[in-house]
């Protein structure tokens, strides 16, 4: 039901790395859209966007993809782009959504002129695709998807 609040869990080696409420906009099933403030404190920058204070995302999760998908707005309205984060498929239930993230991100900005693969070194690290081939796999192909949309500018089709 849209309007409804729902909790957003986001883990990543079986640790709870943030945790904040959303707004549900649509879910059907196997999709999961809610909106939420820029739930981290204060700015972060990544040198090729800012996330601050008063940012909104609308964030996308899906039950049988290996992705989630973030527009990113500013305070003014403004969006900034699309931050993508691999994860396994999202676990979505009446009170929220969890998902695991597996380190792989993709940014696109929001005219399309930059499609950034982040974090492959921490991917790499992590261990994941000697402890679960499959899930780094999927992961690897989840990011190559990604980034195809991106460069096509497509991305916003997952909206």
Same mark, same amino acid.
């Given at each position: 039901m849209s309007g409804r609040s729902v909790e957003v869990t986001l883990t990543k080696a079986g640790r709870t790395k943030i945790r904040y409420p959303a707004e549900v906009l649509t879910e059907d099933g196997a999709r999961l859209s809610v909106r939420a403030p820029w739930a981290a404190e204060g700015v972060r920058d990544f040198g090729f966007v800012r996330f601050e204070p008063g940012d909104v995302f609308v964030e996308h999760y899906w039950s049988d993809r290996w992705f989630t998908v973030k527009e990113v707005w500013s305070a003014e309205g403004a969006l900034k782009g699309w931050?993508? *984060? %691999?994860?396994?498929?999202?676990? %979505?239930?009446?009170? +929220?959504? @969890? %998902?695991? *993230? $597996?380190? $792989? *991100? &993709?940014?696109v900005s929001a005219d399309g002129?930059? @499609? $950034?693969? &982040?974090?492959? *070194?921490?991917? #790499?690290a992590s261990g994941l695709a000697?402890?679960?081939?499959?899930?780094? #796999?999927?992961? @690897? @192909?989840?990011?190559?998807? &990604?980034?195809?949309?991106?460069? #096509? +500018? $497509?991305i916003e089709l997952l909206r």
């Open positions: 931050y993508c *984060d %691999i994860t396994r498929p999202a676990v %979505i239930d009446g009170s +929220g959504v @969890v %998902i695991e *993230d $597996l380190d $792989l *991100d &993709l940014w002129s930059e @499609v $950034l693969r &982040l974090d492959e *070194d921490e991917f #790499a000697a402890s679960d081939p499959e899930a780094a #796999a999927s992961a @690897v @192909v989840a990011l190559d998807e &990604l980034e195809v949309l991106g460069r #096509a +500018g $497509l």
